[in-house]
C-alpha cells in the first residue's frame, strides 16, 4: 500500500504523464493554454452576474462591492472546480487505457496522482488570478495567506481516494459518468460556492462538516481575502475524512485491479 500513497519510485513518470495531460488539452485548440483563464474567468463573470445583478443576492454587509462578492465565489469555485475535474475524469483513467492494463507492467496506481497534478495546473491559475486581484483591491496580501497550502493540503488525499476509487469502478460500470454529472451538479450547490457558511439554517451547518470541500473553501476565503487564520480543528477533521477516503478508495483499487485485463 506504500506505493499507492509515496509513489517515489515514479516521481518522474508521474510528471511527464500530468505534463502530456496538461499539453494534450490544449494543443489543438486556436487560444491554446489561455483558455485555462478564460473559462473560469467566463463562469466568474455569469454566476456573479446571475447571483448578484439578477437575484440580488449579499455576500456579508449591505456595503459590499460587486468585486468582494465576486471574489468569494470564485475562491469557493477555485475549490470546486478542481475536485470536480478529478472526481468526472477519474472513471475514464483506467477505462481508456487498456494497452497499459493488458501488455505493459504499468504502475496503475499512479493514475490518479497524474489526474491531481494536472488538475492543479489549473488551480495553480485560478490562485494566480485570486491573489492578483485580492491584493490589487486591498493594496497589499495578508499574513494569513501564508496558510493556503495547508488549508488547500486535504484536498490531495481527498482527490487521490477519488481517483482510486472512480477509475476502478469505471471499468465495470460504463454509466458511472452520467450519474457522476448529477452528483457534481447537485454537490456545487450543496457547497457554499455560492453562499457563506453562516447563511445557512443553524440546525444544518454542522452537517457541512460532513462536506470536506465546505470547510476548505470556507478556510480559503478566511486566508485569502478575510485575512483570518484558519480554524485548525475543522482543518484537522478535514484531513481525517480526506485521509479515509484516500486509504478506502486505495483498498477497493488493490482489490480490483486484479480483473480490469479481463474487463478491458
Request: charged share 10%; proline share 6%; glycine share 6%.
Amino acid at each position: 500500500m506504500t506505493e499507492y500513497f509515496w509513489p517515489v519510485r515514479h516521481v518522474d513518470l508521474i510528471h511527464q504523464f500530468a505534463k502530456r495531460e496538461v499539453l494534450v488539452r490544449y494543443q489543438e485548440s486556436v487560444l491554446g493554454s489561455i483558455w485555462a483563464v478564460v473559462t473560469p474567468l467566463l463562469s466568474l463573470l455569469v454566476y456573479t452576474l446571475v447571483f448578484r445583478h439578477v437575484f440580488k443576492a449579499q455576500w456579508g454587509n449591505a456595503g459590499e462591492s460587486g468585486l468582494d462578492f465576486a471574489l468569494n465565489i470564485y475562491a469557493g469555485l477555485s475549490v470546486f472546480n478542481f475536485f470536480s475535474e478529478c472526481l468526472l475524469r477519474a472513471p475514464r483513467l483506467v477505462a481508456e487505457q487498456p494497452n497499459l492494463v493488458r501488455k505493459v507492467v504499468f504502475p496503475l496506481e499512479i493514475l490518479p496522482w497524474v489526474l491531481a497534478f494536472s488538475a492543479l495546473f489549473h488551480l495553480g491559475i485560478a490562485l494566480v488570478i485570486l491573489i492578483a486581484v485580492s491584493g490589487w483591491m486591498h493594496h497589499g496580501w495578508p499574513v494569513s495567506l501564508l496558510c493556503l497550502p495547508l488549508v488547500w493540503l486535504p484536498l490531495l488525499p481527498l482527490v487521490l481516494g477519488v481517483g482510486w476509487l472512480f477509475s476502478a469502478l469505471g471499468v465495470f460500470l460504463k454509466d458511472i459518468n452520467q450519474l457522476l454529472g448529477v452528483v457534481v451538479s447537485l454537490l456545487m450547490f450543496l457547497s457554499p460556492v455560492f453562499y457563506p457558511l453562516e447563511s445557512l439554517p443553524a440546525l444544518w451547518r454542522p452537517w457541512m462538516h460532513l462536506n470536506p470541500l465546505a470547510l476548505v473553501m470556507e478556510a480559503t476565503r478566511d486566508v485569502v481575502l478575510n485575512g483570518r487564520w484558519p480554524d485548525w480543528s475543522s482543518l484537522t477533521l478535514v484531513m481525517g475524512e480526506s485521509l479515509a477516503v484516500a486509504l478506502l478508495g486505495a483498498m477497493f483499487f488493490r482489490a480490483a485491479r486484479h480483473e480490469f485485463a479481463d474487463v478491458l
